[in-house]
């Protein structure tokens, strides 16, 4: 089992920047795939990003370029740097994880993303 916790989110115009991180606690040495993903108003959870444990990522299209998933194995952290943000980005965050073996996936509460335009 592991706890996810994000943070990181907030209001930022068009243009600007973000990082998101998400602390994994309770047995993260378990996680073989992080993520994030992003639910906008009215519509379904969509990926955005993931890393697994051999540090192969992987990102959706609409964000190719301008995001960068990356991990601090010493502080059991993911993150999610986001440059270049668009008004389409905005939405709650979500940062997820696979555990091994069961493949079970745990979600944190999520961090709302606004980007005015």
């Known amino acids: 089992q592991v706890q996810l916790v994000e943070s990181g989110g907030g209001l930022v115009q068009a243009g600007g920047s973000l990082r998101l991180s998400c602390a994994a606690s309770g047995s993260p040495f378990s996680i073989v795939v992080s993520g994030w993903y992003r639910q906008a108003p009215g519509k379904q959870r969509e990926l955005v990003a993931t890393i697994n444990n051999g540090g192969t990522t992987n990102y959706a299209d609409s964000v190719k370029g301008r995001c960068t998933i990356s991990r601090d194995n010493a502080k059991n952290t993911v993150y999610l740097t986001m440059n270049s943000l668009k008004p389409e980005d905005t939405g709650v965050y979500y940062c997820?994880?696979?555990?091994?073996?069961?493949?079970?996936?745990?979600w944190g509460q999520g961090t709302q993303v606004t980007v005015s335009s």
């Open positions: 997820s994880a696979m555990m091994h073996l069961t493949f079970r996936t745990y």
